[in-house]
């Protein structure tokens, strides 16, 4: 693992001579560098390994798939997507399918990684090593202001036990708000220069549930965290 994240590392510094160069950190939780391009998006931080791409089918009809993977043991601890977003002018809009797996669904009382699935496993089968689900995203900008939205819901719970992997329905939650996570952020371009941007955001984890008649009720959870990019444009 360790020449891998060496061998990662220099391919972004020398892919920095044809596209963009960031340096990131997560409050409180890891510091990483990463590189992106109209397409591409790799992150490497002293967590984990997070990458995406984004695929043009038509001027505003994108593809896309991305994985986030942890340093250790990264194919017990991984979270996986690939869905559509459709692009606007200032924001954009998409719908995509998740698996997300660990060791042990339970971190912190929280998903595995902040800033995806803030599920509470307490009541959860101890043999529970992922799950599988959902999602509807909306991010944007407004000038200087950015922000967005994660609307998560779980679908079914995957098992490991004497008899292998098994996959589990949740028709009848106890909790419904438990099958159903809300992220998002609010971030502020602090500095735009042509050679480099910083920007600064605050992500923030609930949970919510529906109810008949369409009322939304949220939980909100404590472990949010903050952001600092900085985004070498120019060398």
Known sequence: MKKLVIFLIIL???????GNVFFIMDIPYS???GYSDQNNFIKISDRDIAYSYNGIIFERVNPFFSANMKLVNPAQNNDIQFGTKL?????DLGIGMWSSFSEFSLENGTGV???WNYWSDEDEDENTIGHLGTNVFFNGNLGKIIFGVNLTSRIFNVIQNDDGLNFVFNAFPTDLAKLRSFSGYLGFNLLEHENFDLSFYFNFPAYYSIVPGGMVFFKMNSYYTFTVRLEILNF
């Open 113 to 115: 990684f902040p800033g």
């Open 31 to 33: 510091v990483g560098v």
């Open 12 to 18: 972004i510094m020398n892919a920095s001579l044809l």
């Open 87 to 91: 692009l606007f002018d200032n924001f």
